[in-house]
């Protein structure tokens, strides 16, 4: 995938701050949160999340139910999701409770 990953890369990040961190996923679940299928990914986006102050989730909508098999981040941890679609009114609610912001891209 041309992902950044391994010792090296965490130990890196552990220098960094940063104001945004915009993260992808592979699958979104609404109790669970975002999941990736690549432990060393995971790790990195954790890495990551870490050190920003904003962290916001780009993903569209056929990721939404279909959980990966390595979760990363709980809705909790996350601050904004921006995605091409949003999904049924009581599951934003719930997102919502979570404190997450729903931005829906227009095109």
Do not use: Y
Request: hydrophobic share 45%; charged share 25%; net charge positive.
């Amino acid at each position: 995938s041309g992902a950044l990953t391994g010792g090296e890369a965490l130990g890196v990040l552990a220098t960094v701050r940063a104001d945004f961190a915009f993260i992808g996923a592979s699958g979104l679940d609404a109790e669970e949160g975002c999941s990736n299928t690549q432990l060393f990914e995971a790790e990195m986006t954790k890495a990551i999340l870490a050190r920003a102050k904003r962290k916001i989730l780009l993903a569209d909508s056929t990721k939404w139910e279909r959980p990966s098999i390595i979760r990363f981040a709980r809705w909790s941890e996350l601050d904004d999701w921006i995605t091409d679609k949003p999904p049924t009114a009581k599951q934003v609610k719930r997102l919502k409770t979570f404190g997450l912001n729903l931005h829906v891209a227009r095109g």
